[in-house]
């Protein structure tokens, strides 16, 4: 198969040429003058040579006298494309928006992208997935999108482009209008960042996901410097093997938002104290720090100027070797509402300060917030005594298989308390429940597996669950997972919550407890 130079040399008034080549897949190259008459204001040429698998070059000057509206997926899938014509698309001031959606998508084949590829096409506003999942790039030239000053949107442009490992300092001088970069370089090989590779791009708003994956191990303390306008950094360097945070990093971005896995699974040792000082506006920490195994201690004024935060989940979650948490932490951060994951896995931590949610008087969900301190030895009978909007508590204790004993007044003041489920399961070394222990709580309504894998408990208080009438959901919460006497040891009765007004699922909720004194009572499901 092959194109025959003159093709459309007739049909002058041809505008349309969507999907005129794609899947021609015996195509080797294109003859250079194939639309030099076609003038047309508002021509297209969206997947015109897609999937032409075994296309190897497009003739310079191809497009020269073209007026395209669009060049979405022009060459996408075409894998034994190795070069790209400098200035292929310059001047093409008709694009409209998407105009280059995944022009170059999965071109595997394609090594560098040349100088002035995209030269002065003014009125383009994003290049969304444009060379996305081209493994074997290894080179963008640095004026790429010089004079392409409508940018709002790269999105995606270079993701997956696994080899790509360095990037030119001033390859977005020309964006001064862009305003999202999500995810810009994801999967990328970067080895470095260039210090002003965004001094130009004064209206970014996000920059989320954009290095996400990358190779480089520090950030240029002054990266951000110039972005005043940013909002969102979520996970920028989440799995990027940093080394270090620069303490003036987000100096400058005071209208900052969202640090959601902003450094999750990285290799920072430390954070500065006065990282966050400026960020008065921050709303969201989730999963901030989360998997950064080399972290050792938490400074205590990390959010003391952060009055606005409200999500503060999975924010420490997995800094395994972290050996305290400071009393005084949360102290300045009364919208907190989630502490859901906050702290669990910590399992070099021993002690939880009494008074660490004073001040969170707005928190409702501590779901996991402790689960799996493996090496927790008590719980602050006051923990959540201020906190009396709290309404989750499902595995806030998870795996706390040090802990001996449960507090009596731990919940006393969470009227609104409502899921248990498996708040203290796999606690194997506890050897009694407070019978008072949800007194207050009457508007319980879930206890899935809230106690199961007590081995050392002996007995089940009578009244433990006597005035909560909304529980729906007993399912496995008190089973064990062995009848073995070093597991099964609760030998006398056990409350009748079969026979509950409100008819609740027991599935399995005393399964293996055969040693309990009215064990033919239990209903055959409840076992």
Known sequence: EYIPPGLFDTCTIARIFDTAFSTCTKITSIPSGLFSVHTYQTSSFSSCFSSCTSLVTVPLGLFDNVKSTTFASAFYNCPALITLPVG????????QTNGFYDTFRSCVGLTAVPDELFDGCNTVTDFYYTFYGDVN?????????????????????????TKLATISSGLFDSLVNVISMTSTFTNCALTAIPEHLFDYCTKLVSLSNTFQSCDFTSVPADLLKYNTQLTNIQYIFYYCPITS??????????????????????????????????????????????????????????????ILINDMSNVFNGCSNVTSIPVGLFRNNPSITTFYGAFQTLNKVTSIPEDLFRYNVAATNFGYCFGGLTLLTNIPAGLFQYNTVMSLANYTFQTCNTLTSIPETLFANNIILQNVSWAFANCTNIVSIPENLF?????????????????????????????????????????????????????????????????????????????????????????
Do not use: H
């Not at 698309?89 to 694009?95: A, G, K, L, P």
């Not at 921050?282 to 400074?299: A, D, R, Y």
């Open 88 to 95: 292929l698309f310059r001047n093409q001031t008709y694009i």
């Open 137 to 161: 790039l290894l080179s963008v030239g640095q004026n790429v999108f010089r004079g392409c000053s409508s940018i709002t949107s790269m999105s995606y442009t270079f993701a997956n482009c």
């Open 245 to 306: 945070i620069p303490s003036t990093l987000l100096s400058t971005n005071t209208k900052l938002e969202n640090c959601t896995a902003t450094f999750q699974n990285t290799a920072i040792t430390s954070i500065p104290e006065d990282l966050f000082v400026n960020n008065t506006a921050l709303k969201s920490l989730s999963s901030c720090f989360s998997g950064c195994t080399g972290l050792t201690v938490i400074p205590e004024d990390l959010f003391i100027y952060n």
């Open 439 to 527: 007194v207050n709580n009457l508007q319980l309504t879930n206890c899935y597996g809230t106690f199961s894998n007590f081995y050392a408990l002996t007995a089940i208080p009578a009244n433990l669950f006597t005035n909560q009438n909304l529980i729906t959901d007993f399912t496995s919460c008190f089973s064990i997972s062995s009848t073995s006497v070093s597991y099964n040891k609760v030998t006398g009765n056990v409350p009748t919550l079969w026979l509950k007004v409100n008819n609740p699922i027991g599935t399995q909720c005393f399964r293996n407890r055969t040693l309990i004194a009215n064990y033919a009572d239990i209903p055959s499901t409840w076992k």
